[in-house]
Structure formats: C-alpha cells, structure tokens
C-alpha cells in the first residue's frame, strides 16, 4: 500500500468519525431535548435527561475533532493535485470546526444554566439551544463552501470519480445556497432539506470511496527518485 492509499483511507476514518458523531448529536440527541416552540418542555428535558444533554455536547465536541482532522488530512491527500484548492479545503474546513465548538458551547452552557439557574433559565436555555441552531443553519455556507474545491481537487485528480467530483460541487452550492432559502423564504423548509441531499450522498460516497478503494488504480505512486547526469568522462 502506497503513502497515498494509507493517506486516502486515514482522511475516509477521520470523515466517517465526523459524519457518525454529527448524525448522532444533531439529528439523534438533540431533537430529543429541545422542543423549539415549548422553552418550559426544553428546560425540563435537561433537567430530566441530563446524561444524554451532556452526551450531545461530547459528541459535538468530538465532531469539532474529527472536522479539524479531516480538514487537514484533505490537505495532506491533494495538496499535490492542486494546492490552493487543497487549502480551501483544509481552510473551509476548519472554519466548520469552529461552528461546531461556538455551538457546543452553547449548549454546554445551557446544560449549565438548568442545573444552577441564572436569571430567567427557562428563556435562557431556549434562546442557547436556538443560537447552537443557527450556528449549524448559517454555517451551511461554509459546509458547502469546502466540498466544492474537494469535488474540484476529485476531478483534477485524474484517480477518483468524475462523478463524484462533480456531485461534490453540486452538493456544495446547494449548501452554500440553502441558508439564504431558509432565512428568505421562511415556507420553503421542503426545498431547504432538499438542497442538502446531493451533498449527503456526495459525502458518503467519498467516505466509502477513502475506506474502500484509497485511491483508484491510475494514482501515482511515490515520487520516482531523482535522475542524477553521468559523471564526466575523464579525459
């Protein structure tokens, strides 16, 4: 196994890690905790569930992890591809990272606030649970705006997919585009959730593809040792 294929197969473990724990804490614990029109019904599921709203934050604090590792092991695998989009990649990617940490703060401290309240709790919490919201809401922006130099560095790559690389920058301009449909079009939830599909099944492609195949048959291999000129005959 080539230097290439052990790089491919870490970034597809890092990404799946980010997929698993993201899936589990946004779409699996939290809508078990928060009720975005019953503050009161928010505040008593973290007093009554206290072990899983602490489990939420652990996993979005994993996934602000993996995101960042991610980010740079994306670098690390098409950097020789083309290296500006590599680093749109890593960079990109790193700034999710941050959406994440910025909303799992906020959660934790609402997990804070229901234990030892401060102010007016209930209000409190809900309006923390509504930030941590919007953070992943508003930064779709930049989950969108890393998969489109990865589908470019795909596509250049000239050892992955077509398709793939093509379905990677569809799938981020519909994330880039799917915050300005939910706070400009506040009926158009259908067409939000739909936005994000193309990306989805993009991004699990590529997680599958890493761990499967590394790379595919027509990747270089480790650069070829330089070719020194004949030393001079001696005359």
């Keep these: 196994m080539h230097e290439l294929t052990r790089t491919a197969r870490m970034t597809g473990l890092f990404y799946l890690g980010m997929a698993i724990t993201a899936v589990l804490g946004f779409l699996v614990i939290r809508p078990q905790l928060f009720v975005a029109g019953d503050p009161d019904a928010t505040l008593a599921n973290l007093v009554t569930h206290d072990s899983l709203a602490r489990a939420g934050v652990a996993l979005e604090m994993a996934m602000v992890v993996t995101q960042a590792l991610t980010a740079a092991w994306f670098y690390r695998l098409f950097r020789t591809v083309n290296s500006f989009a590599a680093s749109g990649i890593a960079a990109f990617g790193l700034v999710n990272a941050v959406v994440g940490l910025v909303s799992a703060v906020m959660l934790a401290t609402a997990i804070q606030v229901s234990a030892d309240p401060v102010g007016e ?115």
């Design 121 to 235: 709790p209930t209000a409190t919490v809900q309006i923390l649970y509504l930030v941590s919201l919007n953070m992943w809401g508003v930064g779709a922006l930049f989950f969108g705006l890393w998969l489109i130099p990865m589908g470019w560095c795909v596509l250049r790559s000239g050892w992955m997919p077509r398709v793939l690389g093509w379905l990677l920058m569809v799938g981020g301009v519909g994330y880039v585009l799917s915050p300005f449909v939910l706070y400009l079009a506040r009926d158009a939830q259908v067409l939000f959730d739909a936005m994000a599909y193309p990306a989805s099944i993009g991004e699990f492609w590529m997680v599958g593809y890493l761990l499967v195949r590394g790379v595919g048959r027509k990747a270089p291999d480790a650069a070829p040792p330089p070719v020194h000129p004949p030393a001079a005959v001696a005359g």
